[in-house]
């Protein structure tokens, strides 16, 4: 039902993903005073109490906000209607003051919420000045006609006690509008702000996001122990000069968007892409004992993926890529540097040592430190490598991981993750 209900909205005033904030609030407030004009006009349908002038102003200004709604809504020109919606407002109001007893029949009230809707829908500090001082003088000149020519007001036919009961209504209806359009504006308003929560969470993890909003900055973090996890394809650029461009995007989109999912099972943080190269460490921003573990399950959860998508390419006569993946636990720093295009990022010789450990891998294997291994050798089946030579990092103990132990696999509907935690924490 929400989601129907959502839909309504978005197909009447705009979808947020599409539309600004300014675009869908002028659609809401252009079809809601088309649909209260056109409904006021029925008030004055008694030709014999009220001016036939009255009753038009109603309807042509319902017709014409409607059409303003028409041309934002479907043709996109909102932009350039901002003064003629505002004319055709103060334009209304104006006969309407005149038309029905001045400040006594209570329209002058609409003043306030004209200057309010002039105020939402400006894109400029100087739109909203000029609108507030042309309302302003308007309402000042009906004063002034009221005060000193009170021949052009036409007075209220009714009784004084009927005045008094439509002057009541308007005010009442005035402030109900006013409500309406202020709910309007605060739901587009955390609905944008929902939108930038959520690309902000697409960069940053969600404590260091509510960090960056509280302070502006986020101070680093040092984490004794984390474990950071380096893929980078073999032979990615013979089968990039193969594909376009666009090709090119795409599958690499494939691929990571997998890694990501894969990264969010096993409570890794994404660091970054680099090229071909994807980044990810686990036991940050959150310190979690189990770091090494949670880095090992998803590096071979990738290396499974990248096998069965190394078959399906085999199968269509197809290139395909094949990954080194590297791993390495240590202390590092992680937190957000600089003001601008700001990213969470890790740094410390941890970070260099794990990428030494990718380079020096080997296709669809999972190779990790002797330090990292000491870590999870409880958990996985290793293969010892011994002491491998790394650039400017001279011999590295490695181990190439080469399965889970097998009384730790899933068995009796408990997974791998849920049997590894509680063999953790029995250690």
Same mark, same amino acid.
């Given at each position: 039902? +929400?989601?129907?209900? &959502? ?10 993903? %599409? ?30 109490? /009220? ?18 709604? /028409? ?33 006594? &029949?209570?329209?002058? /009230? ?14 400029? $500090? ?18 002034? $006609? ?9 007075? /209220?036919?009714?009784? =004084?006690?009927?005045? !008094? ?21 605060? %739901? ?19 404590? $260091? ?25 073999? @032979? ?13 995007? *795409? ?5 990571? %968007?997998? +890694? ?9 943080? #994404?660091?970054?892409?680099? @090229? ?23 590096? !071979? ?9 190394? =078959?399906? #390419?085999?199968?269509? @006569? ?13 202390? !590092?720093?992680? @937190?957000?540097? &600089?003001? #601008? #295009? ?18 020096? &891998? ?33 011999? $590295? *103990? ?30």
């Amino acid at each position: 039902m +929400f989601q129907k209900a &959502g839909q309504i909205i978005a197909f009447l005033f705009g979808d947020a993903r %599409r539309n600004s904030l300014e675009h869908r609030v002028f659609n809401t407030i252009s079809l809601l005073f088309g649909i209260a004009n056109l409904g006021g006009s029925l008030n004055f349908i008694d030709f014999a109490q /009220y001016p036939v002038f009255l009753f038009l102003a109603h309807l042509v200004s319902g017709a014409l906000f409607l059409v303003f709604y /028409y041309l934002s809504r479907f043709l996109n020109i909102y932009r350039v209607l901002y003064w003629p919606f505002l004319l055709l407002i103060s334009g209304f109001l104006t006969i309407s003051i005149l038309r029905d007893a001045g400040s006594q &029949g209570g329209s002058h /009230y609409y003043m306030i919420m004209a200057v309010l809707v002039g105020t939402i829908l400006a894109r400029r $500090i100087g739109q909203v000045l000029l609108a507030f001082v042309m309302f302003t003088l308007l309402t000042a000149g009906l004063f002034y $006609i009221e005060i000193y020519d009170p021949e052009m007001i036409v007075p /209220y036919p009714g009784t =004084n006690e009927e005045r !008094l009961m439509e002057l009541a209504s308007q005010f009442i209806f005035m402030m109900i509008f006013t409500a309406v359009i202020v709910e309007i504006l605060v %739901r587009n308003l955390n609905q944008e702000r929902g939108k930038s929560d959520a690309l902000l969470l697409n960069i940053l993890p969600e404590s $260091i996001a509510e960090e960056l909003k509280r302070n502006d900055r986020v101070a680093p973090l040092h984490y004794d122990g984390a474990t950071v996890l380096f893929t980078d394809f073999v @032979g990615f650029t013979r089968i990039a000069e193969q594909l376009s461009p666009q090709e090119l995007i *795409e599958e690499l989109d494939n691929c990571f %968007r997998l +890694f990501d999912q894969i990264m969010r099972k096993h409570n890794l943080e #994404k660091i970054k892409t680099i @090229g071909d190269a994807y980044m990810a460490v686990a036991g940050i921003p959150e310190a979690n004992p189990t770091h090494a573990v949670d880095a090992v399950l998803a590096a !071979l959860q990738i290396q499974r993926c990248m096998e069965q998508l190394k =078959n399906e #390419k085999l199968a269509q @006569g197809r290139d395909f890529w094949e990954l080194r993946l590297g791993i390495h636990s240590g202390p !590092l720093v992680a @937190g957000v540097i &600089g003001e #601008k #295009k700001f990213a969470y990022d890790v740094w410390g010789d941890t970070v260099n040592t794990a990428s030494r450990l990718e380079s020096s &891998g080997e296709k669809a294997r999972v190779n990790i430190s002797g330090v990292t291994y000491h870590k999870v050798q409880e958990f996985f089946q290793c293969e010892f490598r011994g002491n491998v030579h790394a650039k400017n990092k001279g011999d $590295i *103990e490695m181990y190439f991981v080469t399965g889970i132990l097998p009384h730790l696999a899933e068995a009796d509907g408990v997974t791998p993750n849920e049997r590894f935690q509680s063999r953790y924490w029995a250690l």
